[in-house]
C-alpha cells in the first residue's frame, strides 16, 4: 500500500450537487476505499441559502465550520426545534436520525466540512419525502 492511499484531495473529488445548488464533494469509501467507520464531505453553502432539512439513516453528524457563519436546527425525539449559531471554527453535532438543516448567516459563501461515523451515510432529504407523500396522497 502506497503513501498515496492515505491521502485525499477532497477538492478534487467530483462535486455533486445538494437541493438548493450546495456544492459537495463526497469523501466516502467510494472516493477513498482506505476509509473505515468514517467519511467527510466538504460543504459549500451560498449566501443567503440553506442545506435543506435532512436526517441520516445510519449515522450522527458533525459539522465544523471552516469559514463564515451558519445557523444551524434540529428537531430532537419529542419534536422539539433546537437553534444556535455556528460561526468560524466552531463545530455541531446532530444525532443519527434526527432531522436538521444549516442556513447561511454569512454575506458570503460558507464552507463546512461534515464527518459521519460511516463509511457510506444514507441520507433522507425531507422535502424529497413530503413531495413523494403528496404525490401518493393525490
Known amino acids: 500500500m502506497s503513501a498515496s ?3 485525499l484531495r477532497l477538492g478534487d473529488v467530483r462535486e455533486s450537487l445538494l437541493p438548493g445548488n450546495i456544492a ?3 469523501g466516502s469509501k467510494m472516493a ?3 476509509l473505515s467507520g468514517m467519511s467527510l ?3 459549500e453553502i451560498p ?3 440553506s442545506r435543506s432539512p435532512h436526517y441520516h439513516l445510519n449515522t450522527g453528524e458533525v459539522v ?3 469559514n463564515g457563519s451558519v ?3 434540529l428537531v430532537d425525539t419529542n419534536g422539539h426545534i433546537h437553534e444556535f449559531d455556528l460561526n468560524e471554527g466552531d463545530c455541531g453535532f446532530f444525532p443519527g436520525g434526527w432531522i436538521h ?3 447561511n448567516t454569512h454575506k458570503k459563501s460558507a464552507r463546512l466540512y461534515v464527518f459521519h461515523s460511516h463509511e457510506q451515510p444514507v441520507t433522507v432529504e425531507v422535502s424529497k419525502v413530503l413531495h413523494d407523500l403528496e404525490r401518493v396522497s393525490h
Open 5 to 7: 492511499n492515505f491521502a
Open 24 to 26: 459537495t464533494h463526497k
Open 32 to 34: 477513498w476505499p482506505i
Open 41 to 43: 464531505v466538504l460543504l
Open 47 to 49: 449566501a443567503e441559502s
Open 64 to 66: 465544523l465550520v471552516a
Open 71 to 73: 445557523r444551524a436546527g
Open 101 to 103: 438543516w444549516l442556513q
